[in-house]
């Protein structure tokens, strides 16, 4: 999570779900890394990408894979629920009488 300033901003989300944990990312090409960060429209996605690059090579981060592991599971259940939030929250504005 150094990698990203801001984790409530839709690359970040898109970025977790597609890259959940370190052997997902190091599976990865970095061709495909960098049409990631393009198609999501980056604000840095050359300096983001040497941050990843840098996490991808990071030795400690494979010492606690099952914590890892964990802790990816975790970030995607709660994006499922923040989405799921957002689609309620949707619902009322759009059903409630003042709207």
Request: charge should be positive; avoid cysteine.
């Amino acid at each position: 999570m150094q990698v990203f300033s801001k984790l409530n901003q839709p690359v970040i989300v898109a970025f977790l779900q597609a890259y959940p944990t370190l052997e997902h990312l190091e599976a990865t090409h970095l061709e495909e890394l960098v049409a990631f960060f393009k198609h999501h429209r980056h604000p840095r996605p050359r300096g983001t990408m040497q941050k990843v690059l840098t996490l991808r090579q990071d030795s400690p981060l494979r010492a606690h894979f099952v914590a890892s592991r964990a802790r990816s599971r975790l970030m995607l259940a709660l994006v499922d629920a923040i989405r799921d939030y957002e689609r309620e929250i949707q619902r009322f504005y759009t059903t409630h009488s003042d709207s």
